[in-house]
């Protein structure tokens, strides 16, 4: 999370492209009027080079199939955004003619391996059968088949039409995900990261275990701009665990207590992961009411690991920090504009103002980039820097822009044959029928299914596809859409520290020097927020009612708190008294669960 050097600057060709791809997009945001039709093949076509031509294959035969994918999918775009008049008058099936079956092959084709390329093979495989049941469905016997569908109207509904490729969620990542795609690469290219460390050093680092807790606190500042659990734990870590390791901590307690903080980030408002933004048009509520509502889960996610890593504190006998290493509030308040005015302006303009998101990360973007200009080791304004800096970070938003939309193109295209063929619908009924009916029952069937397919997928894939099936059972078992859809939301987040696919752990103890399964060990025991305040706020619905019942929402919060910090101090193993700690897990369980608020 340090400042970027000017030195290590991209070369011209991928400069240019992260121009065009930065510029397209902000084109796009502010020009409201453009086309379905034309908007979203243009976020296609600029993700294309990114995924098949910057990004280093493993063969020469993925090379060529590169060259290939980009040159097939720039040609389609462009046909789609030429011809668009044309094709609308299909009313969303081929014409018939070869060409249009090639295209819409090569276009599926296309996204396919993009998706392969930039993500797990799960997402695209997962795809692969949604295709094979559109085409073949009509087989299967009993509610799990459906009417056979014409090959041109299924395959024109995915790629002519505004469903499939170019649908509800490819919009969602141009208007929503974007914009705050290019403020996070901006903000990272700056300061900011020396006013996180700062201030989060100042406010925790004269606690006990003061350099874990710089940790959560500096990783919970960074959430509210990032959104990116990865991000967070390559840019803070990098900071923290070598301070960590330097103090004397278990090298496997440094990399779990940054692996947790880290996780946070996607669950921190006011800018959350990506699918926050999805979540906010499934549901048609406005992305203010979702930050709102996410506010004291957020704050109950980071006491927990708070509390965690205090008690591992205990465990060990780690101290705070030295005197002469806290930076002073002098420095500190130096060092926080540079991440406090792009907060600041979102938060103005999200939550006082009433202003769209995109228009709000724009915006606060601008404030930004003016900020780049600022050595702050040499105190003093550098058009060198600024120069470097910026195209770092249009190098960064365009591989970010890239990646989400190889995600969010191939979800569409499940999400278009859940559409085409009713699949959704008849999931849905087969969880209502497994779960005999009981909240709880479904609420378990729909953990697992998260927590299985976040351990492939990315947790934007992972929310879409749950929230598209097992969302709407919740609801019609009694859950509020706004809770359902958030408990599908953290619980795809498990994986992120829960083996055996836990990124972040991955990351952190690499960057710890140490083997991951302790890590993941640790982490779930400071992060154990993830797996209880999704039941809690089923449990308590008032704890997501901030905006209308303040009092119940924080009454909710200090119940589902004190259950936490029982439940932390049990799993830890502070005492070597098994029977006391078993008592403390189940009044911890208990507080979380029993006379639920709300």
Not at 340 to 353: D, E, K, R, S, W
Not at 553 to 574: E, N
Request: glycine share 12%; net charge positive; aromatic share 10%.
């Amino acid at each position: 999370m340090q400042s970027q050097d000017a030195g290590a600057r991209p070369g011209w060709g991928l400069l240019l492209c992260a121009a065009i791809t930065v510029g397209i997009h902000v084109w796009l945001i502010f020009t409201s009027l453009v086309p379905n039709l034309v908007s979203r093949p243009l976020h296609f076509a600029a993700a294309l080079p990114w995924i098949f031509l910057f990004a280093r294959p493993r063969s020469r035969v993925e090379r060529w199939i590169g060259f290939a994918g980009c040159a097939f999918g720039l040609a389609g775009a462009a046909y789609l955004i030429l011809d668009r008049r044309a094709i609308l008058d299909q009313y969303g099936s081929l014409d018939g003619s070869l060409w249009q079956f090639v295209l819409a092959g090569g276009l599926i084709l296309v996204t396919l391996e993009m998706a392969r390329r930039a993500v797990q093979p799960v997402l695209p495989g997962v795809a692969v059968l949604c295709l094979a049941y559109g085409f073949f469905g009509q087989y299967l016997p009993g509610a799990l088949g459906h009417p056979a569908l014409p090959v041109d109207y299924f395959l024109g509904s995915l790629t002519l039409a505004e469903g499939g490729l170019w649908g509800q969620l490819t919009g969602i990542s141009i208007d929503l995900i974007v914009p705050f795609m290019i403020l996070g690469a901006v903000v990272s290219a700056g300061e900011a990261g020396r006013g996180f460390m700062a201030l989060a050093t100042q406010l925790a680092g004269g606690y006990r275990a003061g350099a874990a807790k710089v940790s959560v606190l500096a990783s919970a500042l960074y959430g509210t701009i990032s959104g990116s659990a990865s991000a967070n734990v390559a840019s803070v870590g990098a900071i923290t665990i070598p301070g960590m390791i330097r103090m004397g901590y278990p090298r496997p307690l440094a990399a779990a207590v940054e692996a947790v903080a880290s996780t946070g980030g996607q669950i921190m408002p006011p800018v959350m992961g990506s699918a926050a933004f999805i979540m906010a048009e499934l549901i048609r509520q406005p992305y203010a009411d979702i930050a709102v509502a996410s506010i004291l889960p957020a704050v109950l996610f980071f006491f927990a690991a708070w509390v965690g890593v205090h008690y591992f504190a205990l465990r060990f006998g780690l101290k705070a920090l030295p005197a002469d290493e806290l930076p002073g509030w002098r420095m500190a308040a130096a060092a926080v504009p540079f991440f406090a005015a792009p907060l600041a302006v979102l938060i103005v303009m999200l939550l006082v103002l009433g202003y769209s998101p995109a228009y709000a990360a724009m915006l606060a973007t601008a404030v930004t980039v003016a900020m780049l200009i600022w050595d702050g080791k040499a105190r003093r304004l550098s058009g060198r820097l600024f120069v470097g800096r910026v195209m770092t970070a249009l190098v960064d938003a365009s591989r970010q822009i890239a990646l989400i939309a190889a995600i969010i193109i191939c979800a569409g295209l499940i999400v278009g044959v859940f559409h085409a063929t009713g699949l959704g619908v008849k999931i849905t009924g087969l969880i209502l029928d497994l779960s005999g009916g009981h909240l709880w029952a479904a609420l378990v069937l729909t953990a697992l299914a998260c927590t299985i397919l976040g351990m492939e997928l990315p947790t934007t894939a992972a929310y879409l596809i749950c929230a598209a099936v097992a969302g709407p059972a919740l609801v019609k078992l009694g859950l509020p859409e706004l809770h359902a859809h958030m408990f599908v939301f953290w619980y795809a987040l498990l994986c992120t520290i829960t083996p055996p696919v836990c990124g972040t752990v991955f990351v952190a103890a690499s960057i710890a020097g140490t083997p991951w399964l302790p890590v993941a060990g640790m982490a779930m025991r400071i992060g154990l927020g993830l797996f209880i305040i999704p039941l809690g706020f089923v449990a308590n619905p008032a704890l997501m009612t901030l905006a209308t019942t303040p009092v119940l929402a924080i009454l909710a919060m200090l119940k589902i708190g004190a259950g936490l910090t029982l439940l932390s101090w049990a799993l830890v193993g502070v005492s070597p008294r098994w029977l006391l700690r078993a008592a403390g897990l189940a009044a911890g369980l208990a507080l979380v669960f029993a006379y639920g608020i709300g």
